[in-house]
């Protein structure tokens, strides 16, 4: 028998990346014409930026709190990031980017953080005030929507991510809201090594509430096919140094990296396929729900000394990455990390590196974000059974640092 796991992110049957199914998605931004499917979000963005117009020397607003993946596709092109204040509530500081908006800004990237809507209305009429692009990253805004209005239909193109909240090999979309850009798909196909190889990762790592036979199997069957690509991969990479032949197939959706040469990839039929077969109303739902049940317990647990919430309500309208905390001391967030891993239950230590563009000393709210996200998944795999389990674990280990014993 085997203890029960809680992974940090979705998975699907083998069954629904192969199985063509019986109807299209057409929940935005799926089945829109002005929808472009690529490789990943960050390959989205550079086909935007070109759409766009947006050229080498132009300068562009992005939020000082970043993963740093999506600064790369500007500075690909040649085009100069500055930035504006992000509050420690997630919440963008509009005084703040208002007064950055000069005259020689063209655009500005405003970011949806883990699906709860920033004040997009105001920052749209502002950026129009100043002739400047609005550019919606809603990576972490996937079937989000504010005021019965989708996220991703206020700037004048957004992207999505769609492994960040579906269990797909690779996926990000364009859409291009402003009638008078153009763009065409990734017309490439992605590597499908790259793609197996991603899915048994996430086989291998899913969340399971049972102890049985079945489960075992299912799980050691995963972890030897990831070992095996995994020997794979390692002697591709050996052959790609010898020839000096780059090549594409070890590029992984989530990666750091920016590879100019899969620019041009699409979406594997996988990921299609997967997208298809998807009930999205449910994945919404469940989400919601998690993320429910998570805040009603936290709000009365002994946790509220040692950890803050961002968000003490759920919006209409959201839907939540993971559930974000805040750690307080120094280090914490990566022993709760590490303790609770060791019982099974994978969190999200969120973007804990600094891209060397941003000015990090003109921004400690972002660099305290930096340091103190913490999340716990609420993916759609997940029950609320095993949620009941999270919350006593880390009360544990809330005594534990309120002891000093960390």
């Known amino acids: 028998m085997m203890r029960p796991t809680m992974g940090g992110r979705p998975s699907a049957p083998p069954r629904d ?7 299209e998605a057409s929940r935005f931004p799926f089945g829109r014409r002005e929808s472009r499917y690529f490789f990943s979000a960050r390959y989205a963005l550079a086909a935007g930026i070109r759409a766009l117009g947006l050229q080498s020397g132009d300068t562009v607003l992005l939020p000082a709190y970043t993963c740093g993946v999506e600064i790369d596709p500007f500075l690909y092109h040649g085009i100069q990031p500055r930035f504006y204040r992000v509050r420690e509530n997630l919440q963008t500081d509009v005084e703040d980017l208002r007064g950055r908006l000069t005259e020689d800004v063209k655009a500005v990237l405003v970011t949806h953080f883990l699906g709860f809507p920033q004040p997009v209305e105001k920052i749209r ?46 996926g990000g979309i364009l859409v291009l809201n402003n009638e008078s850009v153009s763009c065409q798909c990734g017309h490439r196909m992605p590597s499908p090594f790259g793609a197996l190889y991603y899915l048994a990762d996430l086989w291998r790592q899913k969340t399971n509430s049972e102890g049985s036979l079945s489960v075992l199997f299912q799980k050691l069957a995963s972890a030897a096919m990831w070992r095996g690509m995994n020997a794979v991969k390692l002697g591709i990479a050996a052959v790609r140094k010898v020839t000096g032949k780059m090549g594409g197939a070890l590029i992984r959706p989530d990666s750091f990296a920016f590879a100019p040469e899969i620019m041009e990839w699409g979406l594997s039929p996988a990921s299609i396929n997967l997208v298809n077969n998807t009930d999205l109303a449910m994945v919404k739902e469940t989400r919601r729900h998690n993320f429910t049940h998570l805040l009603g317990r936290l709000l009365s647990s002994e946790c509220r000394e040692e950890l803050d919430l961002p968000f003490k309500t759920l919006p209409d309208g959201v839907c939540p990455l993971f559930f974000p905390l805040l750690t307080k001391g120094k280090g914490e967030r990566d022993y709760l990390y590490q303790s609770l891993k060791e019982e099974g239950i994978t969190t999200h230590p969120w973007w804990p590196g600094f891209h060397p563009a941003v000015p990090w000393k003109e921004f400690p709210e972002a660099v305290s974000l930096k340091e103190r996200l913490f999340g716990i998944p609420v993916h759609q795999d997940i029950t609320p059974e095993q949620l009941e389990r999270v919350v006593p674990e880390l009360e544990k280990r809330c005594r534990e640092l309120r002891r000093g014993h960390v």
């Open 17 to 23: 990346y192969f199985r063509k199914p019986g109807r």
């Open 125 to 170: 009429g502002i950026c129009d005030g100043k002739k400047a692009f609005l550019l919606e990253d809603c990576a972490h805004a996937l079937l989000s929507s504010c005021n019965a209005r989708d996220l991703g239909t206020f700037g004048d193109i957004s992207i999505f991510s769609l492994l960040k909240t579906l269990p797909v090999p690779n």
